[in-house]
């Protein structure tokens, strides 16, 4: 399998629809996406597809839906890229409806459009191989440009790549790789690894691999709550993975002091901008409260830890970076990141955090 984008023959993208998985997991307020970072990664690679003559099909996820849900879709998403492009976006809202194939083959040269949500369905996150034909529907070849999310082994990323070919990466995610590989083989150290996120089992292989090329692990988000479960400690109403706290206390045995987890959690009884907060130690937080963002004593231990750092990689939030207060841990961890790239011989990779 050709494994670049560039490397495919011309004949191979004029008039051919090319699938593509991109991350337009985009922060959306009142209908329309607040920041439009990961949409502008995506343009390189649906640009030159444009420019070869392909027919440009994007799927994407958003959010953790639990079904479909319109405060969820990527019509904001579309709406933005159709702006960004200068050109319309065709809007696919199934990709399981009778017309879905027929819409991509009537595509113009050069035209692209955007099917709704992957994670509309049920499947999505469970690698159905029914999906994922679905999917391939959709495309005569495939390019994975979403490096968020090339980690997880869904429908729209890992099934449908063994069933179109040519399956190929995107340009972004060629970037990505490059600048990974890079820090991760030849690190100067200290190298520190700073993780996030909600779930302990979407980063275990990433953990695992990290583990003996880093000098230190940075764990925060609700991920951590799993390891102080492990620990004995009492998590209140916190995400938890029960199923997988025996695997974070395995990986504390492992680990050793290499991980390094929050002193200490801000904690609420519920999810909502406004609400009373409590900073405390992570051994105190009570039942009917619950962990959404790392403690001020947390960002100061680990901006102190990357500031030693020599190569940083970050890979997801410290909190609920969506609704604030809970975004202070995130912003943290993204200044100190800042003030050590400012400083001389620094090199550092970052990896931006996942927006759900």
Known sequence: MKRSLRSLDAAALDGRRALVRVDFNCPLKDGAVTDNTRIRASLPTIQYLREKGARVVLLSHLGRPKGPDPKQSLKPCAAELEKLLGAPVTFIPDALSPDAIQVTKRLPRGAVAVVENTRFHGGEEKNDPELARSF??????????????????????????????????????????????????????????????????????????LLPRVDEILVG????????????????????????????????????????????????????????????????????WAMFDISPDSEQDFAARIGRARTVVWNGPMGVFETAPFDHGTLAVAHAMADATAKPCRRLLRLLPRAR
Do not use: W
Not at 195 to 203: I, M, P, R
Not at 242 to 256: F, N, Q, S, T, Y
């Open 136 to 209: 391939a529907a959709l495309g005569d070849f495939y390019v994975n440009d979403a490096f968020g999310s090339a980690h997880r082994a869904h429908s729209s990323t890992e099934a449908v790549a063994k069933l179109l070919k040519p399956a190929v990466s995107g340009f972004l995610m060629e970037k990505e790789l490059e600048y990974l590989g890079s820090a991760v083989e030849h690190p100067k150290r200290p190298f520190v690894a700073v993780l996030g996120g909600a779930k302990v089992s979407g980063k275990i292989d990433l953990i695992e691999n």
């Open 221 to 288: 988000g609700a991920m951590a709550c799993t390891f102080f479960r492990a620990m004995g400690l009492e998590t209140g109403t916190s995400l938890v993975e029960e199923d997988r706290v025996d695997m974070a206390r395995a990986l504390i045995a492992k680990a050793g002091a290499k991980l390094v987890l929050p002193r200490g959690a801000v904690i609420a009884q519920r999810l909502e901008a406004g609400v009373p907060t409590r900073s405390v130690p992570r051994d105190a937080i009570p039942a009917g």
